[in-house]
């Protein structure tokens, strides 16, 4: 009789094993992978990315475009842009990032610390730009936004324009889940005094098809050129790479809308 009621007392005093026991036990089982995920794709590493950064050029003009390309590198499009930006006078640069990146679930945090490097440096130059034209491809673009916000925001008399070519917008697993909340398309081009998204909507990368809400949004996707001269990069998405393409091409009409 002692046995079976310490039997009875013991099983009183476990969980129920019913169904919502039981789905809640396995959505705890699979929470913690995500929230580990979560971490690991927005907190800053102990060891600063940026350090493998090279060190910029020396500014020698007052007008400077800063690029940064996707999670590639630089490739045709990041040229052809930069060369089209310096042709308006002043000075390109292209910055690749790619030692500082990390992995794919680490790149938006770390490139955000690469552009708030690159607005250091620019800063601490004998010539500090007056005028600056960021221009960020795909994850390229949190280091792009980064870059605008922390120059700005030390030199307020300083003209900054940010131009945005397709830009992966989320920060962790809930903008890929829900675009429309994504870091990116709520937050890029706070501080920049003009800021214009070069976007398409029919590419396959996640979280590159909403509108940017404190942008211009540029839509290119249906742009007679892309059937008639666009030519996709070996190993890109297609439709991602265009509207870098057709900011490359197109820079001179682009700058007679927006000034840039």
Partial sequence: MLAATLICASASALPQLNRANFIRGGAALLGAPIVGYEIYSRVPPLSDPSDALPSLPAITASSVAVVFPGFGGPDANTDRICKALEARGGQAICVDWTAARGSEGRAAVNADLVGRRVASELRAQNIAPTELHVVGVSIGGFAADALASAYKRERRSAFCRLTLCDPFTARGLPGLVRPATAHGVTEFGRDADVAVAVVNTDDA??????????????????????????TPLEGDEPGHAWPAAWFGANAKAYADVFGA
């Fill in 205 to 230: 990368v996640p979280s590159t098809n909403t509108p940017l809400a404190r942008c211009f949004n540029l839509d290119v996707t249906a742009a007679a050129a892309k059937a008639a001269e666009y």
